[in-house]
């Protein structure tokens, strides 16, 4: 299994601020994005649950007017959507790149990032399954239901694409070429969600091998979930 090793100049004054949700995937790759360039940052929570969620305050959707996490500041720049973002800190600082130099790498690498970002993960996200509840009553078993077929629905799909990139699946090291890409960024939050929801990943080995790769690195694992500061600390 092959490690990659982030740039050995940490600590790069970038002024940079995140505002994020600790349990947000859509944080959780921006914040693998910056993990794997280097880059500090100041965080700032915005809780979806406390006080009604905070993203719904009127301070906040000045800054972000869908109301969403993440959103980034960089030099007084607001800018929103985390494939956007994670684009830009990409252009911003090259180093290492998030998207392959070769055209068709490039085409999959965002393939595989939309096929996440796009087709997954809004229909199983907090104010989908909120939206359930309110509208048609679903409960709490039937909110999990939904999201553990759509999640595992959209991750068969990119294990196939991921397959179609690796001859021996199970020793994937990264989903597409030799570093973590904007793909990477999108798939482990992907998985932790299906983890969080229960979803069997025994017939996923290349997924499952490429998040393995990618947690052996300490710096991606410091933008873990359960590593962010306004994560429960019991």
């Known amino acids: 299994m092959v490690c990659f090793k982030i740039n050995e100049s940490m600590s790069i004054p970038t002024d940079l601020t995140l505002y994020s949700y600790w349990r947000s995937s859509a944080s959780y790759r921006v914040r693998l994005a910056l993990a794997i360039k280097g880059l500090t940052y ?4 915005i809780h979806l649950l406390n006080n ?5 305050t009127e301070q906040y959707k000045e800054l972000n007017p869908q109301a969403l996490v993440p959103t980034l500041i960089h030099k007084g720049q607001v800018l929103t959507q985390s494939l ?5 800190i990409d252009e911003i600082f090259p180093d290492p790149a998030l998207l392959p130099s070769n055209p068709h790498e490039r085409a999959q690498v965002r393939a595989i ?3 996440i970002a796009s087709d997954t993960a809004p229909i199983q996200n907090l104010r989908v399954l909120n939206r359930l509840e309110t509208q048609f009553g679903a409960g709490q078993d039937q909110k999990t239901d939904w999201a553990k077929h759509w999640i595992q629905t959209g991750l068969w799909a990119v294990e196939a694409m991921l397959q179609t990139h690796h001859a021996q699946p199970s020793s994937a090291a990264f989903c597409v070429g030799q570093g973590p890409t904007l793909a990477d960024c999108c798939l482990l939050p992907q998985v932790y ?3 969080r929801f229960g979803v069997d990943m025994a017939d996923m080995p ?3 091998a490429i998040c393995a790769n990618l947690g052996h690195n300490e710096d991606i694992k410091q933008a873990e979930p359960d590593k962010q500061p306004d994560a429960p600390k019991d």
């Open 113 to 115: 990032a939309q096929a």
């Open 52 to 56: 009604g969620g905070e993203h719904k």
């Open 206 to 208: 290349t997924i499952r």
């Open 42 to 45: 100041t965080q700032v929570p």
């Open 84 to 88: 956007a973002i994670i684009e830009y």
């Open 193 to 195: 969600n299906a983890q």
